[in-house]
């Protein structure tokens, strides 16, 4: 996530360079002066990435670890293979780890989408997706992980918790 406000700060400085260029001021002084200003400013718009320390265990979509809809999350999305998924403890909804929220696991490729929930006696804990392959769910057993996320600057509408 980091990445995508370094490209939207690149981004948004090129777009400031671009139109300080075309405006064509006197003053190279009040140029970068007013560059600077307005980066300055908008660095204080983005929402600050949140970082935590969380015990990650890993699911699969199987009868013998859920019910009878193992690939039906308590949100009501359907987990396929392959998908990168977490289920989150729910104490972790406070801390902007909402629904959907795309979530980057210290030690994992690319980011992770919150799509499930875990049941009410966890706490700061997560469970990685692992689609069907129960060998490789155990192998990863219970780790610590840190987890990074932005938050939402305001609410966000969440499907009703079940």
């Known amino acids: 996530m980091g990445l995508v406000f370094e490209?939207?700060?690149?981004?948004?400085?090129?777009?400031?360079?671009s139109i300080l260029r075309l405006r064509q001021v006197n003053s190279l002084k009040v140029n970068l002066f007013t560059a600077a200003l307005l980066l300055f400013g908008l660095s204080f718009c983005q929402p600050k990435e949140r970082s935590m320390l969380v015990k990650a265990s890993a699911y699969n979509s199987l009868?013998?670890?859920?019910?009878?809809?193992p690939n039906i999350t308590a949100w009501g999305d359907t987990l396929k293979p392959g998908m990168k998924a977490i289920a989150i403890s729910r104490d972790l909804l406070d801390s902007g780890l909402i629904y959907q929220k795309e979530v980057r696991i210290d030690g994992f490729e690319g980011t992770y989408v919150v799509l499930d929930k875990m049941k009410r006696r966890y706490t700061k804990r997560?469970?990685?997706y692992m689609g069907e392959d129960l060998k490789k769910a155990?192998?990863?057993g219970?780790?610590?992980?840190?987890?990074?996320w932005i938050p939402e600057k305001k609410k966000s509408p969440q499907k009703l918790e079940k």
């Open 126 to 128: 997560i469970d990685i």
């Open 142 to 148: 219970v780790q610590e992980v840190t987890i990074h």
């Open 138 to 140: 155990k192998e990863w």
């Open 63 to 69: 009868e013998a670890q859920t019910d009878n809809a």
């Open 7 to 17: 490209a939207r700060s690149t981004y948004i400085e090129g777009k400031l360079l």
